[in-house]
């Protein structure tokens, strides 16, 4: 995330990892045959709710499996952080990088202007790893994702 030429501005505290470009959909279960078979991806069909998160949430994997996973979101309940996004149309909504120390990578992007929107709570589709929320200077929505035992 730090690039030539940035000054004398901090690095982030590890390597961040893209680990995977989320989408708001209406439905999971409508949207998953589009989104497979356009990205040459398999699915494996699970959708998880997240109630801290008031999300339902689907990851697809390419061929490649080293490449970034897709997650499809759907809003959980009416009052999902999702809800609005998705009626001024959904699509793209977030990148989500995976880093080594959450805290750390928090303080970092703080100092380069990253407004931390949601403090870290633990993600059911991660297996209770912390996520946090950032919106950059550019008004980039980010989710970080606290690095587990096992990388996807």
Partial sequence: MNSKGSGDKPGPSDAPKLHHVGFVVSSIQDSAESFFQALGASWDGKIIFDPVQKVRVSFFQGKNTADPLIELVEP?????????????????????????????????????????????????????????????????????????????
């Fill in 76 to 152: 959980g309940e009416p009052e999902s952080p999702v809800s609005r996004f998705l009626e001024r149309g959904g699509g793209l909504h977030h990148l989500c990088y995976e880093v080594a120390n959450l805290d750390a990578h928090l303080v970092f992007c703080k100092s380069v202007g990253t407004l931390i929107i949601r403090q870290p709570v633990p993600a059911v589709a991660f297996d209770g790893r912390r996520i946090a929320w950032g919106i950059s200077k550019k008004k980039l929505l980010l989710e970080f994702l606290e690095r587990g035992p096992i990388s996807r």
